[in-house]
Nanobody, 124 residues
Framework: QVQLEESGGGLVQAGGSLRLSCAVS????????MGWFRQAPGKVHEFVAA????????YYRDSVKGRFTISRDNVKNTVYLQMNSLKPEDTAVYYC?????????????????WGQGTQVTVSS
């Protein structure tokens, strides 16, 4: 059974930092590109960042470029999202997901059911 377990969220003031983690079990993690998404109240999931399993290339939505960094540890089956210079508009529930496609340069397609997510709240 595939499990996604996100953690690391919390309440932080604008300008602060958080590091999110997503532990994956039940899949061959090293052959999955991994992505982070977020969902604000009343909105759909939106793409935040992704890291390719095949090339290690990383991709970000424009609004987080230069502030967020995605990374992965294939030994621990975990993907991370380092978030710096947080803004109130980053407030959302953050989720991870997997895409087994070899190339995610044009699109990252979540393949798994969403996990519980982790709440990030940035106060102004």
């Amino acid at each position: 059974q595939v499990q996604l377990e996100e953690s690391g969220g919390g309440l932080v003031q604008a300008g602060g930092s958080l590091r999110l983690s997503c532990a994956v079990s039940g899949r061959t993690f090293s052959k999955d590109s991994m992505g982070w998404f977020r969902q604000a109240p009343g909105k759909v999931h939106e793409f935040v960042a992704a890291i390719s399993w095949s090339s290690g290339s990383t991709y970000y939505r424009d609004s987080v470029k230069g502030r967020f960094t995605i990374s992965r540890d294939n030994v621990k089956n975990t993907v991370y999202l380092q978030m710096n210079s947080l803004k109130p508009e980053d407030t959302a529930v953050y989720y991870c997901n997997a895409d087994p496609a070899e190339s995610i340069a044009t699109i990252f397609s979540p393949h798994l059911d969403w996990g519980q997510g982790t709440q990030v709240t940035v106060s102004s």
